[in-house]
């Protein structure tokens, strides 16, 4: 009987230090998971400042801006376009900054607490990039319309009849819509599927108790 309880000690010291051999193996491959995730992260933010910076070099608006010749809309511009290339880069910042910390830590807490980080840095770089498409949309639709010569007749038919006026302006909307819509599902598949994926991680790390 003395021996028997011996053996059921001896046991269950071995499956306790199983137990924990497991747990480390599944921090390591979610730790593992969660830097390879953040690094995508940081790769797509790049490629994507990359696809706009040469999509504004083919499609460039500088006729546009020839047509309008106004000055200080110009400068006003030219100042957005530069504010968002520095928000954005201070994004792609943060990315690689907690793609570092996600990879060099060693504490369940510190990963866990990255993680959550992370999501929220993503999900604030979709907003604002959500809300500056809307808001570079509308400056882009006001300016051409108000400033370019060429509206000229469609300003003064759109004066002279009110309900081409409300129409026009419906459809603007619309088109403003779409244009949301398809950015957000953009980001909703690239970001959106990456966010989950890491969340998942999370959820695996509360369970593990060290």
Known sequence: MKELDLLKKDWKKNSDSFEQISEKEIYKMIHKKSSSIVKWILIISI????FWTVSNFFFSTDEMLIKIKHAEMIFYLELLTYFNY???LIFVYFFYKNYKTISTTGSTKLLMSSILKTRKTVQYYVWYNLGMAVISSIISFFIAFVYNPEMDFLRNKLAANGKA???TVGILFLVTLAFLGIFWCFYRL??????RRLYANYKELKKIDF
């Open 47 to 50: 490629l994507e400042i990359l």
């Open 86 to 88: 520095v928000v954005v």
């Open 165 to 167: 006026m409300f129409i």
């Open 190 to 195: 690239l970001y959106g599927t990456l966010l």
